[in-house]
């Protein structure tokens, strides 16, 4: 049984290898019968693609032909060209330097009208000159006789016009965004202003809008002046740079942003100083009312308690029967006492008076320090930067000298009242021993 299977086996795998062969044989036929059959189509297409191959050509040499007619054509045009312009610039003669003047002309003037309050009100003259100077510098366009006449005009009417003050409504942009149609007042060239404040004109964009922020309030006084005024003459504060003074002025600090670059030093400054010019004033206010209640116990015979004076003179009834020697210390006892009541706070007010340009110098000090690290950190480039540290740091010292100045001089004028108050009470006082001294002579 073993060897009937094996003799099956091996009949089975020539059976498979005579089907593989002849698979093999049916494929190799029909790939031959493919490959005649794509010979064949190629051979009917060759006509065809040698008369497209001709066609290609022909239009090549055509093409080629035409070329060289063209750049014929292109040499005889330059020749001609050249011809031409040199006889255009023999028949201009003088003229073109008066082409090439307009031209710069027009160049200019559309600079300076661009930027004109003058367009704000008569727009459109910029985009002419423009264009007049654009297309006589990129063509051989000849200006006009009314072109050049309107440059004329045009360069009149700005002399016209810088001379008058007028009205005109035109649209303006607030502070807040908002486009609103306002009557607005022009200057000559000068300025422009509306609700009492002062406008700015973009020429870029003829865009007419209010300044984001307005210069000092004397200068905006002067503009609602002019606005509500009918013909009259008033002060106003112009700009005849066209907007560059301005513009200085409106970047100016206040003097609430100054003493804000001070930060805390300055509001200590402030803060101490306050205090200190309140306590001198209200020193000043007790000093005077005691001057006053002094010299009206000079011209009194009753003495009072209510008055230095009158205090210390009592003594001399306190002790009718003491020698001289006693009642002169009794009456220096007294003056001491009083002393110190007339000069109450005082030294309060001179050490602030010391202390508030100290304090400036720190804060100037420690401004300088943070400047010196900005520009070790970021350079010089831009010397703003270094300014305004400079600026901030110096303001604490501007700060101190403010408090300082005033409460010096509240000083010494305090001072000043309280010693001839004390030289009042010392002189009644030698005058009261004096007296006692006569009195105990006679007796004697």
Do not use: C
Not at 96 to 113: H, I, P, R, S, W
Request: without cysteine; glycine residues 8%.
């Amino acid at each position: 049984m073993t060897l009937s299977f094996a003799v099956n086996a091996q009949s089975d795998t020539a059976l498979d290898l005579d089907a593989l062969l002849k698979q093999l044989e049916e494929g190799k036929f029909a790939q031959s019968e493919q490959n005649k059959a794509r010979e064949q189509d190629f051979i009917n297409q060759r006509a065809q693609q040698d008369q497209i191959l001709r066609d290609i050509r022909k239009q090549r040499d055509d093409q080629l032909a035409l070329s060289e007619r063209l750049e014929t054509q292109f040499e005889e045009n330059e020749f001609k060209i050249s011809d031409l312009n040199g006889a255009l610039d023999n028949r201009l003669g003088s003229l073109k330097e008066l082409f090439g003047v307009l031209q710069q002309v027009a160049g200019d003037t559309k600079n300076k009208f661009a930027n004109s309050y003058i367009s704000a009100q008569i727009p459109g003259r910029a985009e002419f000159l423009d264009n007049m100077a654009q297309s006589m510098g990129t063509s051989t366009k000849l200006a006009s006789i009314a072109e050049i006449e309107r440059v004329w005009f045009e360069i009149q009417r700005e002399m016209t016009e810088s001379g008058k003050v007028t009205r005109f409504n035109t649209d303006v942009v607030e502070a807040g965004g908002q486009k609103v149609n306002k009557e607005v007042v022009r200057v000559g060239t000068f300025g422009l202003v509306a609700d009492g404040k002062y406008l700015q004109y973009e020429g870029a964009t003829g865009v007419v809008s209010e300044l984001l922020r307005l210069p000092a309030a004397r200068f905006v006084n002067s503009t609602a002046e002019l606005q509500a005024s009918d013909g009259d003459l008033v002060s106003f504060g112009l700009d005849p740079t066209g907007g560059s003074i301005l513009g200085l002025l409106v970047q100016a600090p206040s003097l609430e942003e100054r003493i804000h670059q001070g930060e805390l030093v300055g509001y200590i400054i402030i803060a101490v100083g306050a205090v200190g010019i309140v306590v001198a004033f209200w020193r000043f206010i007790v000093l005077t009312l005691v001057t006053g209640s002094v010299n009206r116990q000079l011209k009194s015979e009753t003495l009072s308690d209510k008055n230095p004076l009158g205090r210390v003179l009592k003594v001399k009834e306190k002790y009718p029967n003491v020698d001289t020697e006693a009642l002169e210390l009794h009456l220096t006892e007294a003056i001491l006492g009083e002393v110190p009541k007339l000069g109450r706070w005082l030294t309060l007010v001179k050490m602030i008076s010391v202390v508030a340009p100290l304090g400036g110098l720190l804060g100037t000090v420690t401004g300088m320090i943070v400047t010196f690290q900005q520009i070790t950190l970021f350079g010089t480039g831009d010397p703003k930067i270094m300014a305004g540290g400079i600026s901030s740091a110096l303001m604490t010292t501007v700060l101190g000298l403010v408090v300082a100045i005033p409460t010096t001089l509240l000083y010494a004028l305090l001072s000043t009242q309280s010693k001839n108050v004390v030289m009042i009470l010392q002189e009644q006082a030698a005058g009261v021993i004096a007296e006692r001294a006569e009195k105990q002579e006679d007796k004697a």
